[in-house]
């Protein structure tokens, strides 16, 4: 099922410069797969050794998978997933 | 009975822009009823949620104040003048200059000149004169709040007047301090500009946050976000949030038990993953949207209105002006603010983030 993907500054160049992809998955690990199979080198931005980096943020919608069940948690037609780095930036 | 009602500055727009309205009645309280079914604007700002004159109020007749007389029970006779003088409890009046400056808050309810007089003496502590403290600093010193401390070590540079509202092109090469606190100053003299030149670090970050009330995060490199985050939860003081990039932006409120940018995010990125604006740059006005966001956080913090943006992040796509949101929670297993804190007291920051403070390395 087609889940859409928002991905944020600092990483859309690694997805051609596109902010909204759309992408398939059963769960949100699967999902990245998908998108490392598109576009090499996106997945390790983000996750290492099967673990989602500290310093990005995965929201199912509107929670973060942290309190879910992160990497294996599930996903349905509809859901809007959104990356998101931590921004260092008031400058 | 007809008395001639004087209507304060404040409160004349409410009042179809009379100073003086001829109303009836035969005493105060049929006089102030009169008023507010003539204005019911104004009948907003003349009862409380009991139906009682607000302490804040004083009702005169012919000079004398009503607590003096017999209330609102005060009968009133043809020809007698029935002021109304906001006031707050205890009696002491803004000034005139103050009231005119400012009418534009104390004319909404949820503000008035109580929540005047709490701007006035709330103290904001602004980290960084930068993108993101000088729209927050700005609209906080307009608003009026009463003392605002400047953090800030650099120098202004040609390259922040494309955003940075509180420098302008004479302050090129001077202290941002010192640019910020003129520019300040001569927006609202009645704002008590605080100082705190150099960098912010974990030596004096405890003895300055502490003499504030809340925090606006303006801070544009990870160590310093997480020295501010350690101190503001040490100190018990509400942080308001900012970061931008390219053309994206983020804001939210860490409320001390609440959830803290450590339950946001555990770790900073490796040094030189997460570019800074310097190196991937930022569209100036974005930053007025989201310095802005952080100011009204702010504000609404001191007068004790709205629903903070704690527990929630704002998301700010500035290309398809989009703002989403999304859930913040108290991580229990978070290091600092979580069920068996680990953190105790302010850490080694520059070994934490792999990166020194600002300011300190020569740069």
């Known amino acids: ?91 | 009975m007809a008395a001639t009602v004087y209507i304060p500055m404040p409160f004349r727009r409410l009042a179809g822009n009379q100073v003086y309205v001829e109303v009836e009645g035969r005493n105060v309280a049929e006089i102030l009823n009169q008023l507010g079914s003539r204005f019911p604007a104004l009948r907003d700002l003349l009862y409380d949620k009991d139906n009682e004159i607000p302490g804040h109020i004083n009702i005169y007749v012919n000079k004398l104040e009503i607590h003096t007389l017999q209330g609102k029970e005060t009968p009133i006779a043809d020809g007698d003048e029935v002021a109304v003088i906001p006031a707050i409890a205890g009696g002491q009046v803004l000034s005139p200059e103050q009231v005119t400056r400012y009418s534009r808050h104390i004319i909404m309810p949820q503000v008035g000149p109580v929540g005047q007089r709490k701007l006035m003496a709330a103290k904001v502590l602004i980290v960084g004169a930068g993108g993101l403290g000088s729209p927050s600093a700005l609209y906080l010193a307009l608003a009026g709040v009463g003392t605002i401390g400047i953090s800030d070590f650099d120098v202004v540079d040609l390259s922040n007047l494309q955003r940075q509202v509180l420098h302008q092109n004479d302050d090129v090469g001077r202290p941002k301090t010192v640019s910020a606190k003129e520019t300040i100053e001569s927006y609202n003299p009645n704002v008590n500009v605080v100082l705190h030149d150099g960098p912010l670090t974990s030596d004096n970050a405890m003895e300055i946050i502490p003499r504030y009330d809340i925090v606006v995060n303006g801070a544009d490199n990870f160590t310093t976000r997480y020295l501010v985050n350690d101190a503001c939860y040490f100190a018990g003081k509400p942080l308001v949030d900012g970061s931008i990039l390219l053309f994206e932006g983020q804001a939210t409120v860490f409320i001390p038990g609440q959830g803290c940018y450590r339950c946001l995010f555990p770790a900073p990125p490796p040094p030189g993953l997460v570019p800074s604006c310097a190196e991937a740059g930022v569209l100036g006005a974005l930053t007025g949207v989201i310095g802005s966001v952080q100011a009204i956080e702010a504000l609404k913090l001191i007068l004790g209105i709205g629903e903070t943006l704690a527990s929630r992040l704002l998301l700010f796509d500035a290309l398809t002006m989009e703002f989403r949101q999304v859930k913040l929670r108290r991580d229990p297993k978070c290091p600092l603010c979580g069920d068996d804190p680990t953190i105790t007291e302010l850490i080694d920051y520059e070994g934490f983030c792999g990166a020194p403070f600002p300011g300190q390395d020569g740069s």
């Open chain 1, 1 to 91: 099922m087609a889940i859409e993907v928002r991905v944020t500054a600092s990483l859309q160049k690694l997805v051609g410069g596109q902010r909204a992809i759309q992408e398939e998955g059963a769960t949100v690990g699967e999902l990245l797969d998908r998108l490392e199979g598109r576009y090499p080198g996106f997945k390790q931005q983000i996750v290492t050794d099967g673990r989602l980096h500290r310093f990005v943020n995965i929201y199912l919608n509107d929670e973060d998978i942290r309190f879910l069940q992160q990497l294996d948690t599930p996903l349905k037609e509809g859901d809007v997933i959104s990356i998101l780095p931590a921004l260092a930036g008031g400058c």
